[in-house]
Nanobody, 132 residues
Framework: QLQLEESGGGLVQPGGSLRLSCTAA????????IGWFRQAPGKEREAVTC????????YYADSVQGRFTAFRDTFRNKVRLRMNNLETKDTAVYFC?????????????????????????WGQGNQVTVSS
């Protein structure tokens, strides 16, 4: 059983930065496609980014392109989401998800739905609040 845990959220002012981490005990995340999602109050869940394994492609939602960077910290078995130039609209609970059936993200915009299967794993979420 893969258990994911997010950390690194908190309160930050507009224009600030945060780095989220996703980790799993006892399982190497390098073997899975990993996604980050977020859900703001009263809104549907939104796909943020998808990382393929080492040599694959990373995809970003248009809303975060150029501000967010996702990468793997293999030594520490973590997947990081570096968020720069944060805006109030980035306020949400952020989740990481793992697809044990694939090492790569689906192409085009299909990655948005990649982590919807019963076999996929999700963390509990971590709050990010951007406010002055």
């Amino acid at each position: 059983q893969l258990q994911l845990e997010e950390s690194g959220g908190g309160l930050v002012q507009p224009g600030g930065s945060l780095r989220l981490s996703c980790t799993a005990a006892g399982v190497a995340l390098d073997f899975f496609a990993i996604g980050w999602f977020r859900q703001a109050p009263g809104k549907e869940r939104e796909a943020v980014t998808c990382l393929s394994t080492r040599l694959g492609t990373t995809y970003y939602a248009d809303s975060v392109q150029g501000r967010f960077t996702a990468f793997r910290d293999t030594f520490r078995n973590k997947v990081r989401l570096r968020m720069n130039n944060l805006e109030t609209k980035d306020t949400a609970v952020y989740f990481c998800a793992a697809d044990p059936g694939s090492r790569n993200c689906r192409t085009g915009s299909d990655w948005h739905d990649q982590f919807s299967d019963q076999d996929d794993y999700w963390g509990q979420g971590n709050q990010v609040t951007v406010s002055s």
